[in-house]
């Protein structure tokens, strides 16, 4: 089946640690983009990828960072700097066609604080 | 700037009622594409339409419409006939060409569907 996988599903963070968000796609697609959402709001980005080894930050980007080493893959990493990180977060994928491709995206990943 | 206002925040109808979310953007390009999402209680968002700027023809897909009207810069969606399972919430965003693809989310319309 062609999709976006996202792990793990529900993701605990203590204070001052840093976690990785997992986001895999095999839709061939060459852009890759997270979001975040806040409850009862919509989605705004973080960091997005046109390209392999090639990325730019969002509307959202402090305190978190990505890769994009293969065109599969996009993680994306939440650092001990980012002070609020409780939120829901969906990555998705895309054709590449200056931007105005739809976006597909992925189950999401619930991430909290302890 | 680009922005999307979604002004109602929640929804309820009784099943098979008609119900319009109504969706109203901004921006200043003239090549632009709207989209509608709905995300159901799993949390996974699902894309139901992508429209371009130069059409403007309404769309209907089964019990789905929608009405695309640049005048009034409103991207509107009707579910005709509800059923429960349409509870959801409804996402209209923006994007505008040539810009890496950025997608501008409005708040959400949380939708029930009483049965």
């Known amino acids: 089946d062609g999709g976006i996988t996202q792990s793990p599903k529900y993701l605990f963070r203590k204070e001052g640690q840093n976690v990785t968000l997992s986001c895999e796609q095999n839709l061939n697609h060459d852009a890759m983009y997270w979001y975040r959402q806040d409850p009862g709001q919509g989605l705004r980005l973080i960091y997005y990828?046109?390209?392999?080894?090639?990325?730019q930050k969002g509307d959202i980007a402090e305190g978190y960072s990505v890769s994009r080493e293969k065109k599969e893959s996009f993680p994306l990493t939440v650092t001990s700097a980012q002070k609020n990180p409780t939120a829901f977060y969906l990555c998705?994928?895309?054709?590449?066609?200056?931007?105005?491709?739809?976006?597909?995206f992925g189950p999401g990943t619930r991430l909290l604080v302890l | 700037a680009q922005k999307v206002t979604q002004a109602q925040t929640e929804i309820s109808v009784v099943e098979k009622e008609d119900v319009t979310l109504d969706c109203v953007y901004e921006t200043r390009d003239t090549t632009y594409y709207l989209f509608w999402y709905k995300q159901p209680p799993s949390g996974e968002l699902v894309f139901l339409i992508r429209?371009?700027?130069?059409?403007?023809q309404n769309e209907i897909s089964g019990r789905y419409s929608w009405n695309f009207q640049k005048s009034t810069s409103s991207f509107n969606f009707t579910i005709t006939a509800s059923q429960v399972v349409d509870s959801a919430v409804y996402f209209c965003a923006l994007t505008v060409y040539n810009q890496g693809g950025k997608l501008i989310f409005g708040q959400g319309t949380e939708l029930s569907v009483k049965p």
């Open positions: 429209r371009n700027s130069f059409d403007e």
């Open positions: 990828s046109q390209i392999v080894n090639d990325f």
């Open positions: 998705a994928s895309s054709d590449q066609d200056r931007g105005q491709e739809t976006q597909y």
